[in-house]
């Protein structure tokens, strides 16, 4: 697990890169300069560096002129990173696709009423290109196409990432189809169609049709099926090869923690490297909590502590450099734990017990936390930490100073999860997020109304 120490310089860093607007490839500073700046042993400040690192926020360069320079997140970095954290969770075809749906159905609705002249152009101008008619590609082409146009950042940032893992886990199986170009750029022309006609219910039912079928045919051949990775994609570099190789060895063991993988000595005649490439590859390994390099007599690739940490800090720093507002992170929120609440319903099926709520969590998270994990889907619990880390970190969403201000809105929704009542859960949970959020806005707590439908 991360440091706090570490986290808390990893926030630091990034508040002063966004408050002060720095630019991309702006030097902060060379280590022992930083060091002294932010008043930390060298270990605290590499593993901050190291967290930064992995969602793509900064750089270290070595040499004469190096130091630590600020670069623009990549989505396809912090896909990685998530793939990996759902793959130890092992996460199914299911779970992603509908949570994909939820974030592409709220874009989809929001430009059916807020498309601009712009949008219009570049939508028309992707159905038109004859070069995408039979291109597989052309779908995912589509769906960057939508998040960018998506007003929400937020869930815009999200609709990438969705289209990023679906790239991650398909490799080669985008080809399985020889029909699927067609099909898809029939469905897209038809979607196309209905959002710049305003046209809300048209056009979601063919985003569901453009996720739920369309999708799979990229991925396993069953929704049930659990999430895989490839070999390192074409033309990745030698030590993202040999990294990706190493993961997959490791996921192949059944991710041992606390294993040792062997030596340098050992891995460089495996995998038939030198000494640079292979300490490039582990410096990826750490970045994403994969594994460690122990050193001393028993030393060696050490396989890692799965943990959430480093992935929710990636996402949250994607989130701040887009600068997100309150609103669309309460929207966001929204979207989320709606669907979380669902299929926790959904998985209850007749054993309607109340929700199981652990008593060792914060009182005003332990509800939030408990449907995350109680849904049985790791991007949603994953989902659900961010929302929680933003609003500690950032007091972006406030949940009241008095404990029964926000117990009960909790006591309400946990009764219609109890009851089966999906719909009546849904709602209350928009209800209190829009509440908190209203509450963050305004400085004070709002009168609940939620009493009156309790019973």
Sequence with gaps: MPDRLAVGIARQIIREIYEQHLPEGTLLGVEPELVVRYEVGRGVFREAVRILEQSGVVAMQRGPSGGLIVRAPDVGHLAESVAIFLLRRQATVSDLLEVREAFESFAVESLCSSLEPDGVVQLRNHITDPALIDDPMGRSDFHHILARLTPNRAVGLMCELMVALMEEYSGSRRHV???????VAEVHERLVHEIISGNVGEASALLRTDVREMGPQVLPARESSLLTLESARPGSKRAASIARSILLKILALGWPVGANLGSQTDLMEEYEVSRAVLREAMRLLENSQIAYMRKGHHGGLIVDEPGHDSVVAA????????????????????????????????????????LSIDNSLDGAQALHISVGQRSGNPLLELLIAVQLELREDDGSVSLGSEPEDWQLAHDAIESAMAAGDSALARYLMSRHIKDMSRTARNGNQPQSELTVIRG
């Design 315 to 354: 996402v949250i720093n994607h989130l701040r450099f887009r600068r997100v507002s309150a609103t669309e992170l309460s929207e966001l929120r929204v979207i989320v734990e709606r669907l979380a609440v669902s299929k926790v319903i959904e998985r209850s099926g007749s054993d309607l017990a109340p």
């Design 177 to 183: 189809d020889r029909d699927l170009p067609a099909q």
